[in-house]
């Protein structure tokens, strides 16, 4: 072995040597293994592999070892589930006859297994009571007293779900000869308990009849452990027999303990009053319970310091239920007994002890601390004592001293229950302001985990519910508020207790509504977003982010916001540490929570995308999850050009992504988002809606225009027509004349019929022979044809301006074309008449327009 010198050597000669060296001591320190079982052991362990389960338990029962046997009786539950009948006939038989000769263990294990069978009613309870309740009763009086008890705890379950005869027949009639004063001092203790159970099982009769007088024996036992037991089952038995019998039965008996001669028995007497005292009038009260009381009290200093610790925990309920009866000079007895059990054992202001005692045992002091713990515990029930408006002149100094107690204890408990204190204060909880900065700045991070459990409570109190709630400022009701706040978050993250600081930082979240828009941003919103950055814990960090965001969503001046959202994209969303980024993803969850979809689709819906492309798998993992949550903010169709962003974020990792978990999630995600329905936004789709129907309004106002003026050109077309007599007696240029109006109607109303890729025109001559007016009318009528026969074409056949020419071919092609498009819609019969009609209308319009020879 080499000596390790302060200067090692790590080169590489020498590093195998220190190898070698270190591997030496392993060999020398290593303990020397050897075998537990022998192997004629190991042979009597081991059971045939082919054996059922029942069949093994009952071989390991028979000829197997302790514990085997263990082993089986504490798989006796399942058994039962999985083959009861089997069980019942053939295991339970076997473990009744073990326990005859079982250990500790097995005992213990055996009352847990039968207690575990009928909790889950595996059996009937009449098959339960059949098969189970003998072995209960033969082990209840064991000679170890844990094996008692614990078969004392299932025989007391099994009471109350046993039908009243079997318990009366099995339980209640044997009890009558196991409570007499011949019998072990064990099964009169379990007399004692069995009777109280049984108390509220029968009918109050019975009990007067069967059990009140083994009550009487028992409180009347010549050892003490006996009278206590009873002394505590006294609450359940007046509880089933009722007020009158206890006022007769049971309150004589309690006084006559209350006076015993050993304090345990008194201490039971005393408790059991206390519990007692709603079932008790207004005589009994003042005449019989007061005096006992005044005694415990007078006592309790001089020669029965036992009870101490016993009256301090019940004081504030036992003054609350006398305090109908006290007399003005009672009642400000027991207050200042009160006071002198809250500072017990502390030394005053002037640095004396109160009497002058001399050094006190260590046993004494944690009486005392005890006492004090208790004093805190009752503080609110005292001042209800006293009445709230006197709590200033009476109760203030005992609670600055119970707050600023030496002992963590105290003071943890008047941390917990300051928030009744400050309800039971309101309005005037301002009173205790300084004692709120006290705790918030003690020294344990007991007291203040303790506090803090109501502080959201506390602050609300203190500033809107106490005597400075006007339109001053908020901080002026509270001014080391702020200080106290931000020293108590410093201790919690400079321990190790992350649990507290978790805790701590989600009740900061309450301070919108205590401090102003800036006392939060300049001395908590920056601590926050530091959290955040350097803290190592997890659940801290996402306590600090979600506080921050409560922070920023309460926050109105925008300039502020807007540096709070750029430090949160560029340190966390842009950080160099995956962790950072891994936590701008919780932050944008919180967002999502806290604020409006508009708001995170503004500020905060591409800086999340942006993650797609990072390079650790974690944080693509991590957004892949959170994608369906950031689609559910999106309304369309406002937020199309971020749905459209969103696709391309999912459809690029879904052909790039190279990591086979994060494919494996993108597929999943994928699945979810195309089931998802995207929310509407009903005000955009409402505008966008009248704006549709603005422009199709419009579009109809002109094809009814349309419509309107081709109906009136119809109309002018055959009053013209019709208006024409042969034979008139005109002069030539008036005939002249009419012959061209009459022509240039005709022209215009099949200007009108014909589509404007049909517009193209020539322009006819004035002096045409009859054979061109005849081809002209010819394409006219052709047009009207058109024109009556289809209405629909014609709304689309608007003309254009210029000159018409009326080529019979394309005429005739146009009305074949038209014709045969519209040949299923139209009724045929209607649309042999309409061609009859113009036809006619156009022969007679020849007729009467041929130019005399």
Not at 187 to 212: D, P, Q, T, Y
Not at 831 to 840: C, F, P, T
Request: one cysteine or more; a neutral charge.
């Amino acid at each position: 072995m080499r000596p390790v010198g302060s200067d090692m050597d790590f080169s590489q000669s020498n590093l195998f040597g220190y190898i070698e060296d270190l591997q030496e001591l392993t060999i020398i320190e290593r303990p020397v293994r050897r075998s537990l079982k022998t192997p004629e052991e190991i042979e009597r362990l081991t059971v045939d592999e082919e054996l059922s389960d029942i069949e093994r338990a009952v071989y390991l029962l028979s000829s197997g070892q302790d514990i085997q046997g263990t082993s089986v009786v504490a798989n006796l539950p399942v058994l039962m589930r999985q083959n009861p009948a089997e069980t019942l006939r053939r295991v339970v038989p076997k473990i009744r006859e073990v326990l005859h000769v079982a250990g500790v263990e097995m005992q213990l294990t055996a009352a847990v297994s039968f207690l575990t069978v009928l909790q889950e009613e595996s059996v009937s309870i009449h098959t339960y009571s059949h098969s189970f309740l003998h072995i209960i009763l033969q082990n209840l009086e064991h000679r170890d007293t844990g094996v008692s008890n614990a078969w004392l705890e299932t025989l007391l379950a099994v009471i109350e779900a046993l039908p009243k005869e079997t318990v009366r027949h099995e339980i209640l009639n044997p009890l009558v000869s196991k409570a007499q004063l011949s019998q072990t001092l064990q099964s009169r203790l379990v007399s004692c308990k069995i009777m109280g159970k049984l108390a509220n099982k029968f009918e109050a009769h019975i009990i007067k009849r069967e059990i009140l007088p083994l009550v009487k024996s028992l409180c009347q036992d010549v050892e003490y452990e006996v009278r206590t037991c009873m002394c505590r089952q006294l609450e359940h038995i007046a509880q089933g027999i009722g007020t009158e019998l206890t006022k007769t039965v049971v309150l004589p008996e309690l006084v006559e303990l209350a006076r015993d001669e050993d304090s345990s028995v008194r201490l039971a007497a005393f408790e059991t009053l206390v519990n007692l005292l709603d079932m008790f009038d207004a005589d009994d009260r003042s005449q019989t319970v007061l005096p006992l009381v005044k005694s415990f009290c007078e006592k309790s200093f001089k020669a029965d310091e036992s009870i101490l610790v016993s009256l301090s925990f019940h004081l504030g309920k036992l003054c609350n239920g006398l305090y109908g009866i006290f007399t003005p000079e009672q009642h400000l007895r027991f207050l200042e007994f009160y006071k002198k059990l809250s500072t017990l054992g502390l030394q005053q202001e002037n640095g004396h002890n109160d009497n002058q005692l001399q050094l006190q045992t260590l046993e004494q002091e944690k009486k005392y601390i005890s006492v004090r713990k208790n004093c805190a515990y009752n503080f609110p029930a005292m001042i209800v004592f006293v009445d709230p408006k006197n709590f200033h002149l009476e109760l203030y100094s005992i609670f600055f001293c119970l707050c600023h107690d030496p002992e963590v204890p105290v003071r943890y408990t008047m941390a917990i229950s300051f928030y009744e204190v400050a309800k039971l204060l309101n309005p005037g909880v301002y009173a205790i302001h300084k004692e709120l900065v006290t705790l918030l700045q003690d020294e344990s991070l007991e007291v203040l985990d303790a506090l803090v459990g109501h502080l959201p409570e506390i602050l609300e109190l203190m500033t809107n519910g106490g005597e400075n709630n006007g339109s001053e400022s908020k901080l002026l009701s509270i001014p080391d508020l702020i200080p106290a706040l931000t020293t108590a978050e410093q201790r919690a993250a400079a321990s190790l207790k992350w649990r507290t600081h978790e805790k701590l930082l989600q009740k900061y979240a309450c301070l919108p509504h205590i401090l102003s828009s800036d006392q939060i941003y300049y001395r908590f919103l920056h601590r926050m977003l530091t959290i955040i950055l350097t803290n190592n814990v997890l659940p801290v960090q996402k306590a600090a982010a979600r506080t921050l965001c409560v922070y920023l969503r309460y926050n109105r001046k925008q300039e502020q916001r807007h540096e709070v959202i750029q430090k949160l994209i560029e340190q966390l969303g842009q950080g160099k540490s995956y962790w950072n980024r891994l936590r701008f993803l919780d932050t944008c969850e919180f967002i999502m929570e806290l604020f409006s979809k508009s708001f995170f689709c503004k500020y905060f819906f591409l800086p999340l995308l942006e993650l797609t492309h990072d390079p650790v798998a974690n944080v693509r993992m991590k957004l892949c999850y959170l994608l369906p949550k950031v689609k559910s903010t999106l309304k369309i169709p406002t937020d199309k050009h971020l749905l459209q962003q969103l696709e391309l974020c999912v459809r690029k990792l879904l052909c790039q992504e190279k990591d086979k978990d994060v494919l494996t999630i993108v597929k999943k995600t994928l699945l979810e988002l195309d089931r998802m329905e995207m929310s509407v936004d009903a005000e955009q789709l409402e505008k966008e809606k009248q704006q549709n129907e603005g422009r199709s309004t419009s579009i109809n106002d002109k094809m009814f225009e349309k419509k309107r003026r081709d109906s009136k050109t119809s109309s002018v077309l055959a009053k013209s027509v019709t208006l024409s007599v042969p034979g008139s007696s005109s002069g030539t240029s008036v005939g002249k004349e009419d012959k061209k109006s009459k022509l240039v109607r005709s022209q215009s109303f099949n200007t009108q019929a014909l589509h404007p890729k049909y517009s193209n025109i020539d322009k006819c001559p004035n002096k045409s022979s009859a054979t061109g007016y005849t081809s002209s009318l010819s394409g006219m009528g052709k047009s009207c044809m058109l024109s009556f026969s289809d209405d629909s074409f014609r709304s689309h056949s608007t003309g254009n301006s210029g000159n018409t020419a009326f080529p019979s071919s394309s005429s005739r092609n146009l009305f074949n074309s038209v014709d045969q498009k519209n040949n299923g819609n139209k009724d045929s019969q209607s649309r042999k008449m309409s061609i009859q009609e113009v036809e006619r209308k156009r022969l007679s319009f020849k007729s009467r327009c041929t130019v005399p020879k």
